[in-house]
């Protein structure tokens, strides 16, 4: 089953607009990726963020982590229409039952940048 | 550019042939990850290896399905008696080490008629 949770299922905001999308997880996690994923292609890395640690940013990227609240947010500053893609969350679940490694994603959020 | 690639891109069969998916990691990782995504889903996890020991497989990796990692480089999935079900696009993933970035390709799109 899936662990990760994308909020909200789906976006549409104007180009030079922020976007927030936040995840919430289940278990304990050793660290917690976003990825996009443009229509029908495979999905690219965003940011790791690690379970020590509450905030990074990378370009116009900011994740923020909350493991108190088993919550992430992915904030993409100055949209453009190229952000227009699927986000998905994936924590690594480490403690449940199963051998490290494993990514657990979650429906994921369908942005729209309309130009 | 050294990423991890995907062969084929996209594969239509009829039911009941047998397919077969390549994977080629990024050079030096050596963990290696097969998911499955269906329409409107995230990737759900099928199986990986470190180098080539297959470590963990899901229950949604029916016999029907096979994975290898011959000399912990390129891997293949295989899919006997396909199924209408097993329309998904097939995801590989690539890392080193545990906790690390997982890298993924371009996915192979499979399409049972």
């Known amino acids: 089953s899936q662990q990760g949770e994308e909020d909200p299922q789906a976006l549409s905001i104007q180009e030079g607009e922020n976007a927030t999308m936040n995840c919430s997880y289940k278990?304990?996690?050793?660290?917690l990726q976003w990825y996009r994923q443009n229509s029908g292609r495979g999905l690219v890395h965003l940011i790791l963020?690690?379970?020590?640690?509450r905030e990074k940013h990378s370009g116009r990227l900011r994740v923020t982590l909350d493991t108190s609240k088993k919550s992430s947010s992915l904030l993409i500053t100055a949209s453009r229409a190229a952000d227009t893609a699927s986000y998905f969350c994936?924590?690594?679940?480490?403690?449940?039952?199963?051998?490290?490694?494993?990514?657990?994603f979650g429906r994921g959020t369908q942005l729209t940048v309309w130009p | 550019d050294t990423g991890v690639s995907q062969d084929p891109r996209h594969k239509i069969t009829k039911r009941g042939q047998n397919v077969t998916f390549r994977c080629d990691p990024i050079?030096?990782?050596?963990?290696l990850y097969w998911y499955r995504q269906t329409l409107g889903q995230g990737p759900e996890f099928l199986t990986y290896?470190?180098?080539?020991?297959?470590?963990?497989k899901s229950r949604l990796l029916s016999d029907r399905f096979s994975a290898e990692r011959p000399k912990g480089s390129f891997s293949t999935l295989e899919i006997q008696r396909t199924e209408q079900g097993d329309s998904a696009m097939y995801l590989c993933?690539?890392?080193?080490?545990?906790?690390?970035?997982?890298?993924f390709g371009p996915g192979t799109r499979l399409l049972v008629l």
């Open positions: 993933a690539s890392s080193f080490g545990v906790r690390e970035t997982q890298y």
């Open positions: 278990t304990s996690i050793n660290n």
């Open positions: 963020i690690r379970s020590n640690e």
């Open positions: 994936a924590t690594d679940g480490f403690d449940r039952g199963s051998t490290l490694g494993r990514l657990y």
């Open positions: 050079s030096e990782h050596n963990r």
């Open positions: 290896f470190q180098n080539e020991a297959q470590l963990e």
